[in-house]
């Protein structure tokens, strides 16, 4: 495992700032202690996210050259339609410019008032469509997933009882939204024999399955090293088994597929197909574009092709997990086991002093960006957000800060500095404060809040 190296060379290089503490304090004070709200060009290492900010390839750099900008029926389109039937395996395509233009199209077609929508831990945008459009989303994810030491291989499954029982109680529900690999919980991948039995589940009640696709290569890959049986499958053909098991999928190709932006919603139902092209017209564009130029959709295509190496995928992994095992050597705590897209540092922990109204995840945040210009990603009670009902903070269990790894786009020594700054504001964690927020919008708060730190007036 240690003699990995990436499977690429660089061919272009980006010149990345070098910023004083100074600098960076007079920059968070001006982005309200968001993360979100910095410039890219004050920060020197940007792990805010993976998606929309991978390095392309020079074949997919080249396949934007051969864009066909028709307004409809692009070559590209056909193209595109044509590898995300033989990677993913469904029958209907339609290309939306990113995850959540799918989740935004397939909620409103499926959820209607007062459904209630089952499934592995919420996703900030995905919830947030099934509840305008009228729908509750229940979290059914095993146990294990809420607590960041537990080992459990597979914390991305589905607790069976915890499902069953939400469906018998539940009026209607239109779908099962099944992640893989679960974002919120730490990049955790569900297993094959936890979906075959969801499957089964849902089947034994006429419910769809639908796959939120953004990282389901990465979870394929982990079901290849841990689950027994898949050992000498390739994550292709996973990935295609995974699929096979549900009825459709939303898609932020803005992850596994390797490009800046885009994404699709793939059902094998032909009316549902239909109506979803329909709705594509009203929010995204004509269904053989969806909001994306032809050029997107060619390179989408090639880097499908490019995301199911089994080398790819397998280095892309091994080198989060080798940020992880260095934070972990210099005693920072981290969700285990380290996830396919990120490592998350255990905020709860690391400022057991600070309470979760004063944002601790969001202070460690702003620490780490002070310490060495790294941007991270707060996922806690900030982007938990309020309860729609009682208007209420919602307090997840994970009060976590992301440290989420582009592909193909850092060096190991990048990230050898970045675990040895977070190990700094780790030493002293003691001396810190939480934060007030003083701005509040009322979508996903975390993009835009603003905050003070409650040690200054
Ligand atoms: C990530 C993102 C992008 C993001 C979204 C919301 C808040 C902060 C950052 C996007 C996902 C995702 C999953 C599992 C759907 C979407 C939406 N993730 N499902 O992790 O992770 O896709 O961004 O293309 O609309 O930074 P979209």
Redesign the pocket.
Known sequence: MDDWFEPYKIKAVEHIPITTPEQRRAALDEAGWNTFLLRSDQVTIDL????GTSAMSDRQWAALMIGDEAYAGSRNFYRFEETVRRFYGYRHVIPTH????A?HILSEMLIREGDIVPGNMY????RLHQELAGGTFVDVICDEAHDPADQHPFKGDVNLEKLEKVIEQADRVPYLSV?GTV?MAGGQPISMANLHAVREIAESHGIMVIL?A??AVENAAFIQEREQGYADRSVAEILLDICALTDGC?M?A??DSLVNIG?WLALNDPDLAAEARNLCVVYEGLHTYGGLAGRDLEAIAVGIEESVDDVHIRTRILQVRELGERLQAAGVPIVEPIGGHAVFLDARRIYAHIPQEAFPAQRLAGEIYLGSGTRT?ERGIVSAGRDPETGEHRRPALELVRI?VPRRVYTSRHLAAVARSVAEVHERRERTRGLEMVFEPAY?R??QARFRPLEYP
């Open positions: 805010l996210t993976d998606s990113q995850g959540r233009g989740e996703f900030t945008t995905t992640a974002n939120d953004a990282r939303t932020s803005k992850k994404g990603m989420t996903l975390f993009f």
